[in-house]
């Protein structure tokens, strides 16, 4: 009852809490178009959307630029930009005269919301990503380069000799670059407090829909994986506990069959000596001890006899619901006895007594085994102790 409480409980739980993470991530499912910026002084906040392009969504995310700060302050960011553009645009190149490989021009300066527009008097050397197209170049050709550095409407121009190409076919990254752009413009103007996002990009129509919510699903995949783990636990404690009950009454056997064999070679009827067994274990009782299941099962089989059930079907009983062979063969032996009637049964008992011994023998070495191979990790541990404590100080010697 415990177990199918616990199971019950972790399946719903569970459940409940997979259906409110997939109530809460509905909204992720409805376009959207306007969005809140954050607060003058609470900072930028990273903004993850879904773009819908050619009827596929992408993710999407970008920096969501707190309203605006004074004008010192901007003309401040502005310098700064400008003295260190020239060391970000060369990217992986040593000199502004000499550019082999690739430059960054980014259209948002790392880290800041400062936005740059660029400007080259020739595109046919360097694509606007910054990729150096010098393969049929004979020599070096200059090209102008202008980038005017903007922050909330404030301007910084910055003006240096480079490659550049021009664009081709915007790809899906050129698409996110001027999506982005775009959205850096609208957050211009300081006055507003939401933004629209682009509805178009190079002619093509762009839906926006929040973050995917996936949790949800992963609460789901929690549930479920909570729930296995409880049933394959039960499970593997069921199997120990059935271990341990063979294990016990295999234990038990011997002595059973011994008694049972000493009394009926006194004269005692099977019954009687069935029931002076029963006794004799009732009158011991348990205490803290655990009950004695071979013990526990004759009680059972005690009680039907009592009721009216047959005495041989009692035994048949009996041997059935200890499920081991051993327990089996001496019910089927006792119903047998009384309904043919067996020659020598407690020479029997005594044969099968002594063969139980044997068997218990061989189960106690058995689980002496078993013991020494759960002892080995915790000697082999031990041993490297040992090994350490006496080498460590020769070691020592040595290096002194």
Known sequence: MKYKKKLFLTAAAGGILSIVCLVSSLDSFRPIQVLNRPESGAGDREQKLQVELEGRKYPFSFSLLEMPMDEREIQKRLAETVRFLEETFLKDNTDIQYIVSDVCMPSVFPGTQITIQWYLDSWDYVKPDGAVENACLEEPVPVWVQAVVELQGQTQIWEKEIRVCPPTLPDKAQKFQ???????????????QKIELPRTVFGQSVTWYPEADLRWIWMLMLTASTVCAVIIGHHKEEERRRQQREQSMQMDYPEIVSRLSLYMGAGISTRKAWERIVESYEEKGTGNRKPREAYEEMRTALYEMRSGVAEGIAYERFGARC??????KLGTLLSQNLRKGTRNLAGLLQEESREALENRKALAKKMGEECESKLLFPMI????????????????????
């Open 178 to 192: 001027m999506l982005e752009y775009k959205i850096n413009s609208a957050q211009e103007q300081s006055e507003i």
């Open 323 to 328: 499920r081991l062979l051993p327990y089996l």
């Open 381 to 400: 541990m031990m041993l490297l102790t040992i090994l350490v404590m006496v080498m460590y100080p020769a070691i020592i010697s040595f290096q002194m």
